[in-house]
């Protein structure tokens, strides 16, 4: 079972940077970062897997960057220009500890955190 805690969002104006950190209590491999506006459906933001590599959604490469620590213990996801579109909840989510791979798609994820809201303004 693992426990995955949120902190470091909140409001910032168009073109401002904001990093996300997760707490990740317990083994695993692959994290990612999902996001979910009012109304739309929960989509993936960035993941990293066993190899570390990385995957991005089209919508923020070249501007986010997921990373971790060594120990596998916390999770980061460094936001940069960000626009009035990357408004939403942020959740930390995790695989169980059988998985290689990070796919952006919610229904590989089984350990969610409680999310943490970024707002940007224009």
């Known amino acids: 079972q693992l426990e995955l805690v949120e902190s470091g969002g909140g409001s910032v104006q168009a073109g401002g940077s904001l990093r996300l950190s997760c707490t990740i209590s317990?083994?695993?491999?692959?994290m990612g970062w999902f996001r979910q506006a009012p109304g739309k459906e929960r989509e993936g933001v960035a993941s990293i897997d066993y190899y570390d590599e990385t995957r991005y959604a089209d919508s923020v490469k070249g501007r986010f960057l997921i990373s971790r620590t060594n120990a596998k213990d916390t999770l980061y996801l460094q936001m940069n220009n960000l626009k009035p579109e990357d408004t939403a909840m942020y959740y930390c989510?995790?695989?169980?500890?059988?998985?290689?791979?990070?796919?952006?798609?919610?229904?590989?994820?089984?350990?969610w955190g409680q999310g943490t809201q970024v707002t940007v303004s224009s």
């Open positions: 989510a995790a695989r169980g500890t059988t998985y290689i791979y990070a796919p952006l798609q919610v229904e590989k994820y089984t350990y």
């Open positions: 317990g083994y695993t491999d692959c």
